[in-house]
């Protein structure tokens, strides 16, 4: 190695993630992504209880949650690739399925980073799910948020005092003109 060059820092290990980095990668998805995730492996529900919960097959779930587990373990900085096709990716999310329901399944190759994380989220599903909770309620008393909520209000009462204004002073609507009929006998 010489002089000019950084060094390397190795890949993060998912299974040293902390409670607040995986709170932190969660909240960075998309609120869809996360809600997948935190059903099936925070809160630790069956596949098909989730997919119930949702109101898709077992299958489709499996694939929102393949997509939603790639997506925590790119955040996370973990190596992983997204799947080439279709054929692919029903593959991968079978094999994910399998994994999360049997320890003793075979982890593909490709999906290690994205299992490990997975099982670490169901690990620390009660830490998690405390910690995403007061997040949440930090968020809710943040002088940003009650800002947001008053400009909310304000806005509300602006366009209902526009729309009383208008209403008032709209153009007196007068009657369409009756025209006698002419008698033609």
């Not at 932190?24 to 925070?42: E, F, H, I, M």
């Not at 997919?51 to 190596?79: D, Q």
């Not at 190759?109 to 998690?128: D, F, S, W």
Request: glycine share 2%.
């Amino acid at each position: 190695m010489t002089e000019n060059t950084a060094p390397v820092a190795p890949a993060p290990d998912a299974s040293r993630l902390s409670t607040a980095e995986l709170r932190a990668a969660l909240q960075a998805l998309p609120y869809r992504t996360t809600a997948v995730l935190v059903t099936r492996l925070v809160q630790n529900r069956s596949l098909e209880d989730s997919a119930t919960f949702y109101g898709i097959s077992k299958e489709a779930f499996s694939v929102h949650l393949l997509r939603a587990g790639l997506a925590l373990t790119k955040e996370a900085a973990l190596p992983c690739r997204p799947p080439e096709n279709d054929t692919e990716e029903d593959v991968w999310a079978r094999a994910l399925a399998e994994v999360l329901e049997r320890e003793t399944a075979a982890v593909p190759p490709v999906l290690a980073g994205t299992v490990a994380l997975c099982r670490r989220l169901r690990e620390l599903g009660p830490e998690v799910a405390a910690a995403l909770e007061a997040a949440e309620h930090e968020e809710e008393d943040s002088p940003k948020r009650q800002r947001e909520d008053w400009l909310r209000k304000l806005a509300v009462l602006a366009l209902l005092g526009l729309t009383a204004y208008l209403y008032c002073n709209r153009p007196e609507e007068r009657p369409p003109p009756v025209q006698p009929r002419s008698i033609e006998r």
